[in-house]
């Protein structure tokens, strides 16, 4: 049986399918707009999974549900839904208290917690990731929340106090900013596209949330939790094609937060649409080609390991992954070969299988993008050097090591975003420096050596080019109460636990003159209680 036979056999009949891991086909045929669920009749999508099954004509992806085809009307009605809800700062929720909206927010998580196993399973089956990592998502996403509202506890203990300044006394607190648009990716479709809505909501904004097109129906059963947690118009969902209803959305000039992780490109069509660009603020991440740097003096082992997770972790289908490592000539024979041993080792299966390390990409057209940029880089004078690398079957791409990789391949310049591994040998480390000068993209990048002096003069250098540099280890996101940002191309504003809630909110104060009438008014004011604003109240 040949090695694309072998992957092929992963595919099996539903009834061989463990019946936990078996799912039911979703149809969503409602959607939340001005806290309404709404009844939808109209044209829908077919949402089919990355994992096939046979059937009389051969392997077929599994259909799963289906979702609304939305049109531009109901995108609007969502739109002013959200518009009348912020009410220029005077709706409900924006006035509400800072302890009412965290009790809202508290008992949104309770009901997103109760819809845990079927929203797991339903990333699963979207996406294709794993049991194990579809558990994680769901799992850190709850407990982002929890920290979310810690830090924002935090936040208003610091602000509940007067300050003084030359004979000026204010209070300073952060005001929500208004109506948020929300587009989130389709790698982690619950995790990172709460990462900007949950801060989004809780500082008081009001927002149309867009699911992304690889991971829509796992939002689905947490729409209830919404309608029944927030008032309404706080929560408003936007379905049909982004090409056809978000480009409107923002010509209305009525979007004053753009929450977008995804392309540049498309970010970039969104806030040109927009016609007052001083006033629209951008919360991105986008594009990224994180590289990793092998030096002579590294613990090979270690930085295997360590690019094994960040390239191919999800398939290599993140922001975050090592997308090119650079590795010293003189070290390249053994780290290839370690390389080569370590992903031959990795197991491939469908998403509920024990201990699976690959699992069938998402994208139905990421195969044979993989394959042209595989033949394009061997054009060029490359070699896939690890046995089966590159072997496809459906949904399956078992990774690809290629090697050595040069400026005139498609992968020395394009974000993959699958299990390909580029390795460009170097001479200098002038040339990986070169690298990150020259890309428009600066997210972050792993260096391996275990020489202090060589660490401290590429640190230097990189900290200014990315916005992250790991030491002997892999390229990521979390702690998520670490900044998460990127330079040129790769992103727009921070996020992480505190800088979500600082994006998503402006400081605003209340001042007057230090005289006996504005202390008294000042003291009235608080003893009433009548303002949320002025106030010396806060949340242990």
Same mark, same amino acid.
């Given at each position: 049986?040949?090695?694309? @036979?072998?992957?092929?056999?992963?595919?099996? %009949?539903?009834?061989?399918?463990?019946?936990?891991?078996?799912?039911?086909?979703?149809?969503?045929?409602?959607?939340?707009? #001005?806290?309404?669920?709404?009844?939808?009749?109209?044209?829908?999508?077919?949402?089919?999974?990355?994992?096939?099954?046979?059937?009389?004509?051969?392997?077929?992806?599994?259909?799963?549900?289906?979702?609304?085809?939305?049109?531009?009307?109901?995108?609007?009605?969502?739109?002013?839904?959200?518009?009348?809800?912020?009410?220029?700062?005077?709706?409900?929720?924006?006035?509400?208290?800072?302890?009412?909206?965290?009790?809202?927010?508290?008992?949104?998580?309770?009901?997103? &917690?109760?819809?845990?196993?079927?929203?797991?399973?339903?990333?699963?089956?979207?996406?294709?990731?794993?049991?194990?990592?579809?558990?994680?998502?769901?799992?850190?996403?709850?407990?982002?929340?929890?920290?979310?509202?810690?830090?924002?506890?935090?936040?208003?203990?610091?602000?509940?106090?007067?300050?003084?300044?030359?004979?000026?006394?204010?209070?300073?607190?952060?005001?929500?900013?208004?109506?948020?648009? =929300?587009?989130?990716?389709?790698?982690?479709? $619950?995790?990172?596209?709460?990462?900007?809505?949950?801060?989004?909501?809780?500082?008081? #904004?009001?927002?149309? *949330?867009?699911?992304?097109?690889?991971?829509?129906?796992?939002?689905?059963?947490?729409?209830?939790?919404?309608?029944?947690?927030?008032?309404?118009?706080?929560?408003?969902?936007?379905?049909?094609?982004?090409?056809?209803?978000?480009?409107?959305?923002?010509?209305?000039?009525?979007?004053?937060?753009?929450?977008?992780?995804?392309? &540049?490109?498309? /970010?970039?069509? !969104?806030? +040109?649409?927009?016609?007052?660009?001083?006033?629209?603020?951008?919360?991105?991440?986008?594009?990224?080609?994180?590289?990793?740097?092998?030096?002579?003096?590294?613990?090979?082992?270690?930085?295997?390991?360590?690019?094994?997770?960040?390239? $191919?972790?999800?398939?290599?289908?993140? =922001?975050?992954?090592?997308?090119?490592?650079?590795?010293?000539?003189?070290?390249? @024979?053994?780290?290839?070969? !370690?390389?080569?041993?370590?992903?031959?080792?990795?197991?491939?299966?469908?998403?509920?299988?024990?201990?699976?390390? !690959?699992?069938?990409?998402?994208?139905?057209?990421?195969?044979?993008?993989?394959?042209? =940029?595989?033949?394009?880089?061997?054009?060029?004078?490359?070699?896939?050097?690890?046995?089966?690398?590159?072997?496809?079957?459906?949904? *399956?791409?078992?990774?690809?090591?290629?090697?050595?990789?040069?400026?005139?391949?498609?992968?020395?310049?394009?974000?993959? *975003?699958?299990?390909?591994?580029?390795?460009?040998?170097?001479?200098?480390?002038?040339?990986?420096?070169?690298?990150?000068?020259?890309?428009?993209?600066?997210?972050?990048?792993?260096?391996?050596?275990?020489?202090? +002096?060589?660490?401290?003069?590429?640190?230097?250098?990189?900290?200014?080019?990315?916005?992250?540099?790991?030491?002997? %280890?892999? =390229?990521?996101?979390?702690? @998520?109460?670490?900044?998460?940002?990127?330079?040129?191309?790769?992103?727009?504003?921070?996020?992480?636990?505190?800088? /979500?809630?600082?994006? *998503?909110?402006?400081?605003?104060?209340?001042?007057?003159?230090?005289? @006996?009438? #504005?202390?008294?008014?000042?003291?009235?004011?608080?003893?009433?209680?009548?303002?949320?604003?002025?106030?010396?109240?806060?949340?242990?």
């Amino acid at each position: 049986m040949s090695f694309q @036979d072998q992957l092929r056999s992963l595919f099996v %009949a539903e009834d061989q399918i463990p019946e936990q891991y078996r799912i039911d086909e979703l149809h969503q045929r409602e959607y939340l707009s #001005n806290g309404e669920m709404k009844k939808w009749d109209g044209p829908v999508t077919e949402v089919y999974s990355p994992v096939l099954v046979p059937t009389p004509e051969g392997l077929k992806r599994k259909l799963i549900g289906t979702y609304p085809i939305g049109t531009e009307k109901e995108a609007n009605e969502a739109l002013e839904a959200a518009v009348a809800a912020y009410d220029n700062g005077r709706g409900e929720w924006p006035k509400m208290s800072l302890a009412g909206r965290i009790k809202c927010m508290e008992q949104f998580v309770y009901k997103m &917690s109760e819809q845990r196993d079927l929203v797991i399973k339903l990333i699963m089956w979207e996406i294709g990731k794993s049991l194990a990592d579809s558990t994680k998502e769901f799992d850190r996403t709850v407990e982002y929340i929890t920290a979310t509202i810690d830090a924002l506890k935090d936040i208003d203990r610091q602000s509940s106090r007067f300050e003084i300044a030359e004979g000026v006394v204010a209070q300073i607190r952060r005001s929500p900013l208004g109506v948020v648009l =929300c587009m989130g990716p389709f790698n982690y479709p $619950l995790n990172e596209t709460f990462t900007t809505l949950i801060p989004a909501i809780i500082m008081g #904004n009001t927002l149309l *949330f867009k699911p992304p097109k690889h991971g829509t129906l796992l939002h689905y059963p947490l729409l209830k939790a919404f309608q029944e947690s927030f008032p309404k118009g706080v929560v408003n969902t936007v379905y049909g094609r982004g090409a056809n209803v978000t480009p409107g959305l923002m010509q209305t000039g009525k979007i004053d937060v753009l929450a977008f992780i995804g392309s &540049s490109k498309v /970010a970039n069509g !969104l806030k +040109k649409s927009h016609p007052k660009l001083n006033r629209l603020r951008s919360v991105l991440s986008l594009d990224a080609k994180n590289a990793a740097i092998v030096t002579k003096n590294a613990d090979l082992k270690l930085a295997v390991s360590e690019c094994i997770l960040g390239a $191919l972790s999800f398939n290599g289908q993140r =922001c975050t992954a090592i997308k090119l490592i650079f590795v010293h000539k003189d070290v390249a @024979d053994d780290f290839n070969k !370690l390389l080569s041993e370590a992903v031959s080792k990795l197991t491939p299966g469908l998403p509920w299988h024990k201990g699976v390390n !690959l699992t069938p990409v998402t994208e139905p057209g990421k195969p044979a993008y993989l394959k042209e =940029c595989i033949d394009d880089a061997i054009a060029h004078g490359a070699t896939v050097i690890n046995e089966n690398g590159g072997a496809t079957a459906e949904s *399956f791409v078992f990774p690809a090591i290629v090697y050595p990789v040069n400026e005139k391949m498609k992968l020395y310049r394009e974000e993959q *975003f699958g299990p390909v591994i580029p390795v460009i040998p170097y001479e200098s480390i002038e040339e990986p420096i070169a690298y990150q000068v020259d890309s428009p993209h600066g997210m972050q990048v792993s260096i391996f050596s275990n020489d202090a +002096k060589e660490i401290s003069s590429l640190i230097d250098p990189f900290v200014t080019l990315v916005s992250r540099v790991n030491i002997n %280890a892999q =390229c990521q996101r979390g702690p @998520d109460v670490f900044p998460f940002t990127g330079r040129k191309d790769s992103a727009e504003g921070t996020l992480s636990v505190t800088d /979500a809630l600082r994006a *998503f909110s402006i400081r605003s104060l209340v001042a007057t003159k230090m005289n @006996d009438t #504005n202390k008294h008014l000042i003291n009235d004011i608080v003893e009433e209680g009548d303002s949320s604003f002025l106030s010396t109240r806060y949340i242990l």
